[in-house]
C-alpha cells in the first residue's frame, strides 16, 4: 500500500523550503533532497485533505521520463540513493519511493510550457485574440483541437497564491537571454513531442505540459523539478477524446472539477474534498502511473 504524508519531518532536518507540494532539504555536496508530499493545490490553493500516495506516484512517474528522456536533456536526478542520505531514526519506507536527490540549480524564473492542443488558458487567449502567447493560430480551431504543431507558451513564475502569466518568447528572452531562451524552447518542444509519441501508443494523449529548467555553475542548461505527472501536465484518454468539449483527465481537473460544482472563492483556505473525490482523484493517478510506466499501486 502506498504511505500517506502531508508534511515532511525528517529528525535533524529543516526544510530549506516549503512549497505547495514539494519540501526541500539541503544536503552536502550541493545537492538537495526533494520530498513530494501528498498535498494537492488547486486554483492555487493548498487544500486541507491529501491525496494518499499521490507524492510516490507523482515521483515515480517522473522518475521514468527523467530517464526515458535524458537523451534529450540532461535532469537534475545525482542517482544517489534516498536511503543513504536520510539520518538515521527516519522512517526510510515512508520517503524513499516520494523522494530523489538531486544537484543544486538555479531556477530559470520562467515555466517552459509546450502546447499540443488548444485547451485552459490557451483556448481562453484564443477565444480572445486568435493567437497564444503571441503566437497567431488559424481561425476557427475548436475547444480541445489539435494545434497544426506543437507551440511554445512560456509563463512568468508567480508567488505562491498568485496566478502565472503567459507571456511571448520576446519576454522570455529580455529575461534570460536569446541563447539560452532558444536552448529551453528547443528542449520544451523536444521532450514534448518525443513524450506525446510515447504515450499515444498507450492510449494517452498528452495535451500540454510545463517544465522547469536551472542552471548549474558552469551555466549548464539542465531540467528539473517535475516531468510529465498529471499535476504538470494534462493527460487524456485518447478512447474519450472529442474535439469541441474539455476531455475527461488523469490528473486533479477531477478535483477541480468539483470545486466547480461550489461556491467556494478560490482564495484560502480551501475547502475540504469527499471520500469520493480522494478516492477518484488516487485512482486517476494510479491508472495514468500504470499506462505510463508500467508501474502498479
Not at 492555487?44 to 521520463?65: A, C, H, R, Y
Not at 509546450?114 to 497567431?136: E, H, N, P
Not at 469541441?244 to 478560490?266: A, H, M
Request: contains cysteine; aromatic residues 8%; charged residues 25%.
Amino acid at each position: 500500500m502506498p504511505t500517506c504524508l502531508s508534511q515532511s519531518q525528517i529528525p535533524g532536518m529543516e526544510p530549506k523550503y516549503r512549497g505547495k507540494v514539494r519540501d526541500i532539504y539541503a544536503l552536502p555536496d550541493d545537492r538537495l533532497l526533494i520530498v513530494a508530499t501528498d498535498r494537492l493545490s488547486a486554483f492555487d490553493v493548498i487544500l486541507p485533505d491529501p491525496i494518499p500516495g499521490k507524492g510516490e506516484m507523482l515521483t515515480q512517474i517522473s522518475n521514468f521520463w527523467f530517464a526515458k528522456t535524458q537523451h534529450l536533456m540532461p535532469n537534475h536526478l545525482t542517482g544517489a540513493k534516498v536511503a543513504d542520505v536520510l539520518p538515521k531514526g527516519t522512517d526510510v519506507a515512508l520517503y524513499e519511493k516520494r523522494s530523489v536527490v538531486v544537484r543544486g540549480l538555479k531556477p530559470l524564473p520562467v515555466e517552459a510550457i509546450a502546447r499540443g492542443y488548444l485547451i485552459g488558458s490557451g483556448w481562453k487567449d484564443y477565444q480572445a485574440r486568435g493567437a497564444v502567447c503571441g503566437i497567431a493560430l488559424p481561425k476557427g480551431l475548436r475547444q480541445a483541437e489539435q494545434l497544426p504543431e506543437a507551440i511554445f507558451t512560456p509563463s512568468t513564475k508567480a508567488a505562491m497564491g498568485d496566478h502565472d502569466e503567459n507571456v511571448s518568447m520576446e519576454a522570455v528572452i529580455s529575461l534570460i537571454g536569446s541563447d539560452l531562451a532558444e536552448q529551453v524552447r528547443d528542449a520544451t518542444l523536444a521532450i514534448y513531442r518525443y513524450a506525446s509519441n510515447y504515450a499515444a501508443e498507450r492510449g494517452i494523449i498528452i495535451a500540454d505540459t510545463k517544465l522547469e529548467f536551472g542552471l548549474d555553475e558552469s551555466g549548464k542548461l539542465y531540467v528539473m523539478d517535475e516531468m510529465l505527472t498529471p499535476d504538470s501536465s494534462r493527460f487524456w484518454p485518447a478512447d474519450e477524446y472529442k474535439v469541441g468539449t474539455s476531455p475527461p483527465s488523469y490528473d486533479k481537473q477531477f478535483v477541480r472539477d468539483y470545486l466547480e460544482t461550489l461556491t467556494w472563492n478560490k482564495r484560502a483556505p480551501g475547502p475540504h474534498l469527499p471520500d469520493h473525490v480522494i478516492e477518484g482523484t488516487a485512482a486517476k493517478y494510479a491508472e495514468a502511473l500504470k499506462r505510463l510506466a508500467g508501474i502498479e499501486i
